[in-house]
């Protein structure tokens, strides 16, 4: 699976919008872009995921540039609960005996303040 | 509300002590995962298991074995536990096959001591 890069550490105003950025320059055709985020004290949460076009659901955007070497989670609204610990991870099409595992790096902490 | 449910939030154990850690969800999965968290070190796949009675080492299965007797359950097994097994451990699991989307539920985490 390719390596992702995210910042360490990012801070955003609440009711702004939050934009975390991911690099995955080796990601390969077949490899999907996932995110979840990790509140405090919880374990990690699915946000949002996507191959090739942009994607959205209620909770964020998910943007891919064209050549799918990067991307960036949007959350549209930053809260205070939305602090967090946000990951991105890239990983190919699942088998069934290998590939549902997903492998979590540092992410990025994301600290949301009034 | 679908749900993975860890028998303990919090255990505090003692060195060579033999640990389980029991892992149960009601969405009938085919795939389970124990992980362990580290400050620093992210997040570490332990072990998983795609079937009843099958598992697979993942990056850490040192000083681990695990136990898929029934499908809903999935335990973690520390043999003779050592201080540096010290951490916070998650389960997972995830549908399988074409209604996989991609869309892994955790647990709330048990974070043991050994002392």
């Known amino acids: ?114 | 509300d679908v749900k993975v449910t860890q028998s303990s939030r919090y255990l505090v154990k003692r060195t060579g002590e033999k640990v389980f850690l029991e892992c149960v969800q009601d969405m009938d999965h085919e795939n389970m995962f124990w992980y362990r968290q580290d400050p620093g070190l992210g997040l570490r796949l332990i072990y998983f298991s795609y079937d009843v009675k099958m598992k697979e080492k993942g990056d850490i299965p040192e000083g681990y074995s695990v136990s898929r007797e029934k499908k809903e359950r999935f335990s973690l097994i520390l043999e003779s536990a050592s201080t540096n097994q010290t951490s916070m451990y998650l389960c997972a699991s995830i549908q399988g096959g074409r209604e996989n989307t991609g869309e892994l539920f955790f647990g709330e985490g048990s974070r043991l001591t050994v002392l």
Not at chain 1, 20 to 33: D, F
Not at chain 1, 56 to 75: F, H, P, Q
Not at chain 1, 87 to 100: D, E, F, K, L, Q
């Open chain 1, 1 to 114: 699976d390719a390596k992702t890069t995210q910042p360490t550490s990012m801070d955003c105003a609440e009711g702004r919008a939050a934009n975390l950025p991911c690099n995955h320059s080796t990601i390969s055709g077949n490899e999907y872009v996932y995110w979840y985020r990790q509140i405090h004290s919880q374990g990690p949460q699915y946000i949002i995921h996507g191959l090739k076009n942009n994607e959205t659901n209620e909770m964020a955007s998910l943007i891919i540039t064209e050549d799918r070497k990067s991307s960036t989670l949007i959350l549209p609204h930053a809260t205070l609960r939305d602090t967090a610990v946000y990951y991105c991870i890239v990983r190919g099409p699942s088998n069934s005996n290998s590939g549902y595992a997903l492998n979590f790096g540092k992410g990025t902490s994301l600290l949301v303040t009034p």
